[in-house]
């Protein structure tokens, strides 16, 4: 996984291919093809431990008692910058497979794996945005059609200003964007 990390990094995912990967990992491409029927199999299964990460650390916002509706948005704010600071680059390629044809060409359980986390990551979120409602702090919206609506807002600027940097390596707007974007949404959800 390493050795995957580090050929993504220098090549990039499109360019990258088994044989390089096999290479940085001292393997011959027969091994790994052995574990990961193809690139795309093994990036996200790269892409499955950020969603674990994910989780844990939306699962900790909800679960703090003390911090209310209010305050739990900023809080998913720095849960989710925290989670992209963590992995950027396998974050960022996470975001390419969700809207690719990539997820057809997965093993069932890579698949399963994927939904299971993608699910459990929109629950807490709407659980978060469930709180607000019952407490009358937030407008009465469908909480999951609020968890996707920031997942969309966090990781349509994710890619944004992934792409801005690409072609300007001295523009790096993400933390100040993802600031504006969750206090403008914080007020639209407020009553």
Known sequence: MIAAKRVFSLKGFN????EDIANEAELSPGTLYLYFKNKDELCVSLSLRILQY???KLKHVGSEKDLEPERKIEALKEAMYDVYEFDPLILINMFHLQSNEIL???????????????????KAMADIFEEGIKKNVFIDKN??????????????????EESKRLIDGNKDYLKLTLESAFEIFARGIKR
């Open 143 to 160: 909480p999951l059609a609020l968890a996707e609506t920031l997942w969309a807002l966090f990781s349509g600027i994710i890619l944004l």
């Open 15 to 18: 360019k990258a291919t088994m």
């Open 54 to 56: 994910l989780n844990i």
């Open 104 to 122: 057809k060409n997965l093993s069932p359980q890579l698949v399963s794996n994927i939904k299971e986390l993608s699910a459990s990551s929109i």
